[in-house]
């Protein structure tokens, strides 16, 4: 009887999984794991593990409660697992962030084959190069157009059948992480992640050029956390698209995914650093009260408030509001962007390190983005624009329900604006535009800041 492990990471899916089919065909029975890693519990914040937990839970009983849940190192847990049962095999999905990266070759350091199959991505990091020279691309829209050209593979199926060891009473290390009070997540695991694909396919995909900048309507997947766990992969999504306006608007969404981790891939420094390293250089404020204002969603500036209560509440934002707070704690509060960083890693179900550390580092202006100068975000047009009626800011932010569609988007005009105690604004927009690009200008950041060549 040969056994192989299937290590479960990033991955929390049976079906359209390369890695576990590998693992199947190459074994009479799989030991499925999960290993408790406590370096990441510890900077992942309670609605992130709350998730976590219930697709554990999920996906166990996809596997007939056969999942071992580990606890400990994981070099100490897998020896001790093929050791108990005479694995020959411990397979996996290929890792491309630092931190698992890293992690995996520590395993194999200690003597552990691990072998690799697919990846969380339709194209793995590293693949797209420039055909001129093998280097790898700078700007998204190239790295699109090559990326299509690459093309990837067809979605597998479900195994038909898993045949798997039945493990101990000591091997069911559920953790028990509750949903912080008032707040509420998006349903976790691989049927819900599907049943939101399906839904969206109905109700959403045909618009989705129209409706996705649109933050007070459900217009957008909301497949970020099933992709950021794996419970659902990228492959399995681009299958279902056409040639449409709207399927390709949605095809080059998943490609920013893939782009940024690209991107991490061969800039590894720039999951906490710059990528364009001047902007190290620039003037910065501390971040005080300032900083708390805006954690919070109190900066007298709705469209932001209501974005940032809707982290804290849902543990998503809206794209569009992503980066209208970005902007907002750069450009108006003149903070590093990393501390923003830092709060949405640890507030987001889907935090995704790639994702995370670009989306950031674009809106701020020292990313992969050519023209960071033109790009100030206006926080109360953007609110007119993008949530015309006041919905998204009404759901959120009760004290400025009472104001009509017209007024919300700016209380302080209006005699009875702040009759519920909404903050006065924190700074004027006006003033810290002209100080932001003032300060950017010190730095000749008004010039494009990685041309492409
Ligand atoms: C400052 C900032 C921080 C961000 N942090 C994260 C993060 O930690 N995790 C994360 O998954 N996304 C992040 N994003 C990207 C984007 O906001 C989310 O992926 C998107 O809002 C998720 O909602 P959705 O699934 O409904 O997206 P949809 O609009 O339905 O898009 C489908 C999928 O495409 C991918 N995608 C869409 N837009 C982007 C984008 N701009 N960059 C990368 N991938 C994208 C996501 O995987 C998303 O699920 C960030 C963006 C900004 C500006």
Request: charged share 35%; proline share 0%.
């Given at each position: 009887m040969s056994r192989a492990i299937f290590w479960f990471r990033r991955d929390l899916r049976l079906a359209d999984n390369p890695a576990l089919l590998a693992a199947i065909a190459n074994s009479d029975e799989i030991v499925p794991v999960f290993i408790l890693d406590q370096k990441l519990i510890k900077q992942t914040g309670s609605k992130r593990l709350a998730y976590l937990g219930q697709s554990l839970r999920s996906l166990d009983e996809s596997l007939d409660n056969k999942l071992h849940v580990m606890v400990g190192d994981q070099v100490q847990v897998l020896t001790d697992l093929i050791k108990r049962y005479d694995v020959t095999e411990v397979h996996i999905s290929e890792e491309f962030e630092p931190y698992g990266k890293a992690r995996d070759i520590r395993v194999e350091k200690a003597g552990i084959k691990l072998v690799r199959t697919g990846s969380p991505y339709a194209v793995a990091p590293g693949r797209v190069r420039k055909p001129s020279d093998g280097t790898p691309y700078k700007v998204y829209t190239p790295f699109y157009n090559a990326w299509c050209v690459h093309g990837w593979r067809a979605p597998v199926l479900a195994p038909k059948q898993i045949k798997a060891v039945t493990p101990n009473?000591?091997?069911?290390?559920?953790p028990d992480w509750p949903l912080p009070e008032g707040t509420t997540i998006t349903p976790a695991g691989e049927k819900a992640a599907h049943e939101r694909w399906k839904w969206f396919k109905k109700n959403g995909l045909d618009f989705y050029d129209e409706q996705?900048?649109?933050?007070?309507?459900?217009?957008?997947?909301?497949?970020s956390a099933h992709l950021k766990w794996g419970e659902i992969h990228p492959r399995t999504l681009l299958a279902d698209l056409n040639e449409t306006k709207a399927h390709t608007v949605y095809r080059k969404e998943i490609a920013w995914r893939e782009f940024y981790a690209d991107v991490l891939f061969h800039n590894p420094h720039t999951e906490s650093d710059y990528y364009a390293a001047k902007f190290k250089e620039m003037r910065y404020d501390d971040p005080g009260k300032k900083f708390k204002a805006w954690s919070e969603g109190k900066t007298g500036y709705p469209f932001v408030d209501a974005a940032m209560r809707q982290l804290i509440k849902e543990g998503w934002m809206h794209n569009r509001t992503r980066m209208v707070v970005a902007s907002f704690l750069v450009k108006d509060l003149h903070l590093e962007w990393q501390l923003g960083a830092d709060f949405f890693m640890e507030h987001l179900v889907d935090f995704d390190v790639a994702s995370n550390a670009h989306g950031w580092q674009w809106t701020a202006g020292c990313g992969t983005d050519a023209s960071p100068y033109y790009r100030v975000f206006n926080p109360i047009e953007q609110g007119k624009r993008f949530d015309e009626d006041g919905a998204y800011i009404r759901k959120y932010v009760p004290e400025l329900a009472h104001l009509s569609n017209s007024e919300i988007h700016e209380p302080w005009l209006y005699l009875d604006g702040y009759l519920h105690d909404y903050p006065e604004r924190i700074v004027d927009h006006a003033v810290e535009r002209l100080e932001s690009l003032a300060r950017l200008q010190e730095i000749k950041a008004d010039k494009p800041a990685m041309p492409e060549k």
């Open positions: 009473e000591s091997d069911r290390n559920f996705r900048n649109n933050a007070g309507i459900d217009g957008t997947s909301k497949l």
